[in-house]
């Protein structure tokens, strides 16, 4: 009954490489949130997904950042040429579907730009 | 959108005491309540949540109450435990979306 699934635990990019996070949600859960958290920050919301489709991604910058939810395999937040004030933990939350509310995350990618 | 915000930021209580995080929002129109326990290095775990169409809910040591009118919410831990020491964030939903506070960090000291 494995919880959601996030890799790497950690990535060390250099400025200007692309970064891909990956989330694998909870067995049934097909809805999928993505949020940053800055130290000693909350979480800010980044982007929601089902699957093969963007509901809302208004807390997503509009260049260098994507997110996807395929019909198949994981979710993917990638980040192209990467900037050091992208350096931050990012999670993966995964919902069972829209009428049942709670959020279940994983345990984060903590990206470090140099 | 959505605005949540916690007090105190930081929290020390003797173990065997109670602690009380206290949250508001802005959107009258939220109506899931959900409190987080995060460790260090760990993701937020949820610990417990209220709908809005409840006042209080409790689950053994720990419980949440709602006052829809004032746009509130508070965590109260009840016995504390060395256990307990971590960061709790309260949340909101509206628009599909949680809305966060920035996190209480609670210390009980032994």
Same mark, same amino acid.
């Given at each position: 009954n494995a919880g959601v699934m996030q890799n790497p635990r950690h990535l060390v990019r250099r400025r200007g490489q692309e970064a891909r996070l990956r989330c694998s949600p909870m067995k049934g859960h097909s809805h999928v949130y993505w949020y940053r958290q800055l130290p000693e920050e909350g979480l800010k919301f980044m982007v929601y997904l089902q699957k093969e489709n963007i509901? $809302?991604? +208004?807390?997503? =910058?509009?260049?260098r950042f994507s997110a996807e939810f395929p019909k198949e395999g994981p979710s993917i937040l990638r980040i192209q040429q990467?900037?050091?004030? $992208?350096?931050a933990a990012y999670f993966c939350a995964s919902q069972q579907? +829209?009428?049942?509310?709670k959020l279940f995350f994983g345990s984060g990618t903590q990206l470090s730009v140099l | 959108g959505e605005n949540v915000e916690q007090h105190p930021s930081t929290l020390s209580v003797q173990e065997g005491d109670s602690a009380v995080i206290k949250c508001t929002y802005s959107d +009258?129109? +939220?109506n899931y309540f959900p409190w987080y326990k995060q460790e260090l290095g760990k993701g937020p775990q949820l610990i417990i949540d209220i709908r809005s169409n409840v006042g209080e809910k409790k689950d053994q040591r720990i419980a949440v109450t709602l006052n829809k009118t004032a746009k509130h919410f508070s965590l109260h831990i009840t016995?504390?435990? =060395?256990? $307990?020491?971590a960061v709790y964030f309260c949340a909101a939903r509206s628009n599909n979306r949680l809305a966060f506070g920035k996190g209480n960090q609670v210390v009980v000291i032994p």
């Open positions: 509901i $809302d991604e +208004s807390g997503m =910058p509009k260049e990467v900037v050091r004030g $992208d350096s579907g +829209s009428g049942n509310e | +009258s129109a +939220s016995e504390t435990q =060395p256990e $307990d020491s």
